[in-house]
């Protein structure tokens, strides 16, 4: 029950995600570049996005599992989550500041 549980957040999360990314027509990274630029930016952003999704979801389906057999509590579960979540999302940035330096 709990795994479907959790199977159901992960899903739900991704789509608000995805459909947040999808309905803003420039990314928050991006809207520091001058509007000629912005949109080759927003461009980089998803792919360095979709780059990352397997890493993601892998760490999402260790943490489901972990959790699931007795491993971590909610608390750390969580704890974990939006570390990675922070250190992920900087790792994209440092990425996108250097491709956005190339072009």
Not at 19 to 43: F, L
Not at 74 to 89: C, D, V
């Amino acid at each position: 029950m709990f795994r479907f549980l959790w199977s159901v957040i992960f899903v739900l999360l991704g789509l608000a995600i995805h459909a947040g990314v999808e309905a803003k027509p420039v990314d928050p990274p991006c809207d520091k570049y001058p509007p000629v630029k912005q949109s080759r930016c927003a461009e980089i952003w998803k792919e360095l996005n979709l780059e990352d999704g397997p890493i993601i979801s892998q760490f999402g389906l260790d943490q489901l599992k972990r959790r699931e057999e007795g491993k971590i509590t909610a608390q750390q579960h969580l704890a974990e989550n939006m570390t990675f979540i922070k250190q992920s999302t900087e790792k994209r940035l440092e990425r996108l500041k250097e491709r956005m330096a190339k072009e």
